[in-house]
């Protein structure tokens, strides 16, 4: 549904990790993603996880969902300045809509 | 291969005028979304084309509208702008009704002012 929520800033030391939450409200959601905005720029697909799954590890990336609590995070292993950006989640039952979160600011501090 | 285009870049324009933003998608792509993202309120769902046909519109008044060319392009008018129009215009594309997973290729958008 189009309640995506998500806390607007974070901020890590680099080398920590970063966990990025976010809550949705559409139990029917069958896919969720996490985009990445670097800035003066579009958004990115960073990984996505189907709603059948409870984790997704892509390299750095750990992506935990729990659809009992309708909650989704984004775990980013050995932050880097780099990864500084906004990232958004997003979910989507069919592909018809897709509904973004507002958006967490990921500062990473040398 | 070419991303995903919008023109122009910036745009300024008065209270009551009227802005058209283009977007190209990814050679291939069938289907097109506009999104408002103004200050703060991430992104907000304005309209969705595929195959040329408006498939979907967000909860914005009639003065946003668009549409979709043969060649799959997409333009996005707002009418009679008010100044809270004021924000970055992103379009995206997906390989529509043949994707496996939703994935969508956005632009760098389109950044109107509203004075």
């Known amino acids: 549904g189009e309640d995506v929520e998500q806390s607007l800033f974070l901020s890590v030391r680099e080398g920590d990790s970063s966990v990025i939450n976010c809550t949705y409200t559409?139990?029917?959601?069958?896919?969720l993603y996490w985009y990445k905005q670097e800035p003066g720029a579009g958004l990115q697909l960073l990984t996505y996880i189907f709603s059948n799954m409870d984790m997704k590890q892509d390299q750095r990336l750990t992506v935990l969902l729990n659809k009992k609590d309708k909650h989704l995070s984004l775990r980013i292993a050995d932050t880097q300045t780099g990864d500084s950006a906004i990232y958004f989640c997003a979910e989507t039952y069919n592909f018809n809509k897709f509904y973004f979160g507002s958006g967490t600011k990921l500062n990473v501090k040398p | 291969e070419a991303g995903v285009t919008q023109s122009p870049t910036h745009l300024i324009k008065t209270r009551g005028q009227q802005a058209t933003l283009r977007c190209s998608p990814i050679?291939?792509?069938?289907?097109v979304y506009w999104y408002q993202q103004a200050l703060g309120l991430g992104l907000q769902f304005l309209l969705w084309y595929d195959e040329g046909e408006e498939r979907n519109r967000g909860n914005f008044p009639p003065r946003f509208s668009g549409r979709q060319f043969p060649n799959y392009s997409s333009e996005l008018n707002v009418n009679a702008l008010e100044l809270e129009d004021s924000a970055l215009y992103l379009c995206?594309?997906?390989?529509?009704?043949?994707?496996?997973?939703?994935?969508?290729?956005f632009g760098e958008g389109s950044r109107l002012t509203v004075l």
């Open positions: 559409d139990s029917s959601s069958t896919y």
């Open positions: 050679s291939g792509h069938t289907s």
């Open positions: 995206a594309s997906s390989l529509g009704l043949e994707t496996n997973t939703g994935e969508l290729f």
